[in-house]
Nanobody, 120 residues
Framework: VQLVESGGGSVQPDGSLRLFCAAS????????MGWLRQRPGKEREAVAG???????YYADFVKGRFTVSQDVARNTMHLRMNNLQPDDTATYYC???????????????WGQGTQVTVSS
């Protein structure tokens, strides 16, 4: 599966952005899909994920602010980000992991990343 992110940009604190991940080569429904980010000087960290179209995961630092979803018909995954703060500034990556029954493997497919900058 090939992944391409879009939707990043610059926003002021408390603003919102929506990230898109377009998949090709296979269906998103066949994978555990995730959003990860890498902040300046920090290690890459998981942000949110979705599996089976319904099961979702959120890191504690985005709960209540970010919403992950996917559109199987359009073969896309989205991340709605509200109440963005400067600490959310990062490169955001879309990733896919092969699903094994009800469990997920390691993320083996990655997009190129999209930059999100939050500043006043």
């Amino acid at each position: 599966v090939q992944l391409v992110e879009s939707g990043g940009g610059s926003v002021q604190p408390d603003g919102s952005l929506r990230l898109f991940c377009a998949a090709s080569g296979d269906s998103v429904k066949n994978y555990c899909m995730g959003w990860l980010r890498q902040r300046p000087g920090k290690e890459r960290e998981a942000v949110a994920g979705i599996f089976g179209g319904e099961t979702t995961y959120y890191a504690d630092f985005v709960k209540g602010r970010f919403t992950v979803s996917q559109d199987v018909a359009r073969n896309t995954m989205h991340l709605r980000m509200n109440n963005l703060q400067p600490d959310d500034t990062a490169t955001y990556y879309c990733a896919a992991a092969e699903a094994h029954g009800s469990s997920c493997g390691d993320f083996g497919f990655w997009g190129q990343g999209t930059q999100v900058t939050v500043s006043s």
